[in-house]
Each structure stands twice: as structure tokens, then as C-alpha cells.
T-cell receptor
Framework: AQKVTQAQTEISVVEKEDVTLDCVYE???????LFWYKQPPSGELVFLIR??????QNEISGRYSWNFQKSTSSFNFTITASQVVDSAVYFC???????????????FGTGTRLLVSP | EPEVTQTPSHQVTQMGQEVILRCVPI?????FYWYRQILGQKVEFLVS????????KSEIFDDQFSVERPDGSNFTLKIRSTKLEDSAMYFC???????????FGQGTRLTVV
């Protein structure tokens, strides 16, 4: 069965600190997709990134970066120079489905609550 | 930018009542989903819908739940006889054939009293 583990329940940092959110996954599929979603206090789920299992290149988008390590089944998320607006719950997710058909069924981790104080 | 919209944003209902949660997926998407998030917990898959039928459902999605796409734009989740434990945030999502990510609506917070 597929599983996503986010061991960090809550992280508190001070503005401008860097912070890394950990995500470890389990799957028997050779082709799979990993995601990060942000859930701000308003409650919606905001898509941040998708990564497929064949692409282990790290990705950077502004202050966000992602480190995919297939050997350790990890897909960690780093926020550089954190800001108060980054305060949210962050979910890592693993897809079950066939990307070629578009079917997506996401298995979510339990989330990490990030608190960034001024 | 196209988005998934859900109505209402918050619904309060009495135990035993029926509720219908509504969603308008992104127009060219083919797969539709409902997920549930009990307060403070993780997001859980309920059901997926494709080509006018359920393609997969979780064990949470029992006989009290049903989904429907009554017309070309709406996608609904009906809970027939609500229980206290149905109180949660319900998210609708949709995905396209050639895109990877599922896009989520802003959620409907259901409170059963």
C-alpha cells in the first residue's frame, strides 16, 4: 500500500530563517508522482509542485526548492528566507494513478504545520 | 486562470438531514474527485468519477454517500443522513488528461450538529 510520512508535526521558525519540511513515501509502483500542497489558514489547498519518479533533478522556484531522493524515498521541501505569509500546513502527497490518462488519486501525508513569526 | 469552485463555503446541518455539496470543476477536465479532511487531520480520498460513473471509491464512501454530474458543469456529493462524524472540510478536485496535478476547490466546511 502507498504511504506518505511527514514526521514533523509542527515547526516554528523566525522570519528569514530557512526551513526544510521532510516527506518520506512508500510505494511499490515504479512510476509515481509526488506533490506538495500548501493549506493556509483560510483552508484551501494550493498546489505547489509535482514531480515524477523519473525526474530526480532538484527544482527551485523563487524561495522554494525541492530535493527528490529516490534512493531514500524522500521528497523534501525547503523554504529559504521564510516569511510570515509562509505560515500554513504543508502536505506532501503521492499519486496513485496513470498520468497518461489523467487519473489522479492522491495519498496525503498528515501535514506539517509551519509557523513563521516576525 | 480556471479554477474549481465549491458551494457553499460553509454548511451547518442537523444530524440525520441530507446535504448536497456542489462543485464546478475546470471545464476541460475529465476526472473529478471528492476528498475529506476532518479538522486537524490529513486529507483523505473519498471517490473519483470519470465518464459519468464512479471509477474508484474508498471505504469511507459508504451507502450514505453518492455523487452525480447532473449536467455538463456541476459535480455533486450527497450525504443522505448526516452523522456527527461527517463534520469535515470536503474538497472537490479535477484533473485533465494531459496534466499531472489535481486542482482543488476551496472546500466546503460541513458542520453536523
Amino acid at each position: 500500500a502507498q504511504k506518505v510520512t511527514q514526521a514533523q508535526t509542527e515547526i516554528s521558525v523566525v522570519e528569514k530563517e530557512d526551513v526544510t519540511l521532510d516527506c518520506v513515501y512508500e510505494t511499490r509502483d515504479t512510476t509515481y508522482y509526488l506533490f506538495w500542497y500548501k493549506q493556509p489558514p483560510s483552508g484551501e489547498l494550493v498546489f505547489l509542485i509535482r514531480r515524477n519518479s523519473f525526474d530526480e533533478q532538484n527544482e527551485i522556484s523563487g524561495r522554494y526548492s525541492w530535493n527528490f531522493q529516490k534512493s531514500t524515498s524522500s521528497f523534501n521541501f525547503t523554504i529559504t528566507a521564510s516569511q510570515v505569509v509562509d505560515s500554513a500546513v504543508y502536505f506532501c502527497a503521492l499519486s496513485e494513478g496513470d498520468m497518461n490518462t489523467g487519473f489522479q488519486k492522491l495519498v496525503f501525508g498528515t501535514g506539517t504545520r509551519l509557523l513563521v513569526s516576525p | 486562470e480556471p479554477e474549481v469552485t465549491q458551494t457553499p463555503s460553509h454548511q451547518v446541518t442537523q444530524m440525520g438531514q441530507e446535504v448536497i455539496l456542489r462543485c464546478v470543476p475546470i471545464s476541460n477536465h475529465l476526472y473529478f474527485y471528492w476528498y475529506r479532511q476532518i479538522l486537524g487531520q490529513k486529507v483523505e480520498f473519498l471517490v473519483s468519477f470519470y465518464n459519468n460513473e464512479i471509477s474508484e471509491k474508498s471505504e469511507i464512501f459508504d451507502d450514505q454517500f453518492s455523487v452525480e454530474r447532473p449536467d455538463g458543469s456541476n459535480f455533486t456529493l450527497k450525504i443522505r443522513s448526516t452523522k456527527l462524524e461527517d463534520s469535515a472540510m470536503y474538497f472537490c478536485a479535477s484533473s485533465a488528461r494531459d496534466r499531472g496535478e489535481a486542482f482543488f476547490g476551496q472546500g466546503t466546511r460541513l458542520t453536523v450538529v
